[in-house]
């Protein structure tokens, strides 16, 4: 029910936010071993705001559906709060498959003409206590006028600064231009301090809802 709840709460922001001139990025990754989908909302309430809404919504669905590691989802749905140009913090929810409730952070955001830079630290304000590390970090450069090359990398590292608990890293590499993507991706994920490992290579697209 919690994560029906949080679908619905993102769900409104998106229709809410839709005219918005900046795009809703989602992407999918069909895979040798799953079919991966992400979206991501980075939505200022109005143009001259200072304050905005931040969430991600992934989906991983294995091939092998008696897997249980292998079949999660995560959902961050935050508002924030710009205190510079480019640091900012957020404080909103999150539900995955083992816990959910209320989180708070810091991030920062450093946008360029062909690159854009996010460095993420959330905080779990739970009883299991949790810190998350995320970077994203994509370079467009144009190839010719029409045509754009579509790189990416996607950290993420979670610990309690007792053990490590989850990781993964997203790399795609591919071309586009401003409507759409498409190349070769992987997703590397890690689950404890376990060797919990899954490796999902494929093929991946990419567009910008507007």
Request: charged fraction near 20%; hydrophobic fraction near 40%.
């Amino acid at each position: 029910m919690k994560k029906i709840q949080l679908l619905t709460i993102i769900t409104l922001l998106l229709i809410q936010f839709k005219g918005n001139s900046q795009g809703i990025p989602v992407e999918v990754l069909a895979g040798n071993e799953a079919i991966n989908t992400q979206l991501i909302l980075n939505k200022k309430f109005s143009e001259n705001s200072k304050a905005g809404f931040f969430g991600i919504v992934n989906f991983n669905m294995p091939h092998d559906k008696n897997d249980p590691i292998y079949r999660y989802h995560i959902i961050l749905a935050n508002v924030y709060y710009g205190l510079t140009k480019n640091i900012r913090v957020f404080g909103g929810g999150f539900h995955n498959k083992i816990d959910y409730g209320p989180s708070a952070g810091i991030q920062g955001i450093f946008p360029s003409k062909n690159s854009f830079l996010m460095i993420h630290n959330r905080h779990s304000l739970v009883k299991n206590y949790a810190s998350e590390f995320m970077i994203i970090y994509e370079y467009r450069p144009k190839i010719s006028d029409k045509l754009n090359l579509y790189t990416r990398a996607q950290l993420m590292g979670e610990t309690d600064f007792k053990e490590f608990k989850r990781g993964f890293q997203m790399f795609r590499l591919g071309i586009g231009n401003e409507k759409i993507q498409y190349g070769l991706g992987v997703t590397l994920d890690q689950f404890g301090n376990l060797p919990i490992k899954y490796e999902n290579y494929g093929v991946f697209i990419r567009t910008e809802l507007r």
